[in-house]
């Protein structure tokens, strides 16, 4: 598996395929991306299973917490990764003991370690994206924001010696 490059199919089945997600490391906190990440999910017809030791047996979003993957009683399909890149491994190797079918790292978090010995074991894996991100592309909600038009980008704009900002434009407009 390249983990550079996931095919719009590999992502596609795996979000159609599995509607339990347990999210390590959500947040009750209405501010912090796992948040907002769960609440999205949750309206487009996912349960989400928020794990949080800090915040274990609390409500959050109408769903109990967790202290650990292995606390939930019921079948997961996604373990979402909301924790750093070293934390992966552990997580993994969780994922793998409540027999769930993906290790999911969100943005910012890949672990190739973590990665390989989830596939040994018959796990599908994504690294550094987002189920809430892909889950809005692949449906066509992005493009209503202007994600898709090459309007809206990440990259910082040129500062004009004036030190007004001015819209980037590419080679193709």
Request: charge should be positive; hydrophobic fraction near 45%.
């Amino acid at each position: 598996m390249n983990h550079d490059a996931y095919s719009d199919a590999y992502i596609r089945d795996i979000l159609v395929g599995y509607r339990v997600i347990a999210m390590v490391g959500a947040s009750p906190n209405p501010s912090r991306p796992s948040y907002f990440a769960m609440k999205y999910l949750q309206a487009k017809g996912f349960r989400v299973i928020p794990v949080n030791p800090g915040q274990a047996g609390k409500p959050l979003l109408g769903e109990t917490v967790y202290a650990s993957l292995r606390d939930i009683p019921d079948a997961v399909g996604i373990v979402d990764v909301f924790r750093n890149s070293g934390a992966a491994l552990e997580i993994t190797k969780d994922a793998i003991a409540i027999n769930a079918k993906v290790v999911w790292m969100q943005l910012g978090v890949r672990n190739d370690e973590a990665a390989k010995l989830a596939e040994d074991a018959g796990l599908k894996v994504v690294m550094n994206r987002c189920p809430k991100i892909e889950y809005g592309r692949l449906s066509g909600e992005l493009a209503w924001a202007g994600v898709n038009s090459r309007l809206l980008s990440s990259k910082r704009p040129i500062l004009a010696k004036t030190g007004v900002q001015h819209r980037v434009i590419g080679k193709d407009g």
